[in-house]
């Protein structure tokens, strides 16, 4: 399966501890994309890499949040000082460069489920 | 700025009924529009888009939708539904060329025999 791949695929963990996602994109493309889900919302913007570089980030980012995607492949998401308010499902979505076949669409990884208690 | 309204958050509707799911936009520019689809416990995927050209737009599973740009709407719609299309649905738009994708809030789709 070529598909986006996230991983865990759930995490619950203690208020004030620090926890990490990985998301692997489809291998051809360039830009990757994390989005938070809570229930009932839809996916809300956090933060898109072109290639190694992370080009914007929302405001829903903040200074607990950091993101990396180090050589333009995989990319990590990790959250320090955990807080309740973090409990969603964290998706990782990527498509390739607009001129290569980039008609807007996003590919989807199942989402990594994060619980703080 | 782009906003995107999903004006039902549940429709119940009974297997081989039609349907229709409404989805209004904001934007200041030229947009792309879409409809994913996110059945439970899977990520999203992508069920139609609206790039430029004709209107009505068909998508997979017998899924179609207009784009209306004088009412800003892409509604989606499908003539006669089954069992297996119970999901959540989003209505996203991206302005034309951009890289941010702004979701509505979905809309709950269930179908009951």
């Known amino acids: 399966d070529t598909g986006v791949s996230q991983n865990p695929r759930h995490k619950i963990t203690k208020r004030g501890q620090n926890v990490t996602f990985r998301c692997d994109p489809i291998?051809?493309?360039?830009?990757l994309y994390w989005y938070r889900q809570t229930l009932g919302q839809g996916p809300e913007f956090l933060t898109y890499?072109?290639?190694?570089?992370?080009?914007?980030k929302s405001r829903l980012l903040s200074d607990r949040f950091s993101a990396e995607r180090p050589k333009g492949s995989f990319s990590t998401l990790e959250i320090q000082r955990t807080e309740q308010g973090d409990s969603a499902m964290y998706l990782c979505?990527?498509?390739?460069?607009f001129g290569t076949g980039n008609t807007g669409e996003l590919f989807f990884g199942e989402g990594s489920r994060l619980t703080v208690l | 700025a782009q906003s995107v309204t999903q004006l039902d958050s549940q429709v119940p509707v009974f297997e081989e009924a039609p349907v229709e799911l409404r989805c209004n936009y904001s934007?200041?520019?030229?947009?792309?529009l879409f409809w994913y689809v996110q059945y439970p416990n899977q990520g999203l995927q992508l069920l139609l888009k609206?790039?430029?050209?004709?209107?009505l737009v068909k998508g997979i599973n017998g899924f179609e939708a207009e784009f209306n740009k004088s009412q800003t709407s892409f509604h989606l719609r499908k003539p006669s539904v089954h069992i297996s299309d119970t999901a959540e649905y989003f209505c996203?738009?991206?302005?034309?060329?951009?890289?941010?994708?702004?979701f509505g809030a979905g809309t709950r789709l269930f179908v009951k025999a």
């Open positions: 934007s200041s520019v030229s947009v792309y």
């Open positions: 609206y790039l430029s050209g004709s209107t």
């Open positions: 291998s051809e493309h360039n830009r």
């Open positions: 890499f072109q290639n190694e570089a992370q080009l914007e």
């Open positions: 996203a738009v991206s302005e034309g060329g951009g890289f941010k994708t702004i």
């Open positions: 979505a990527s498509s390739p460069d």
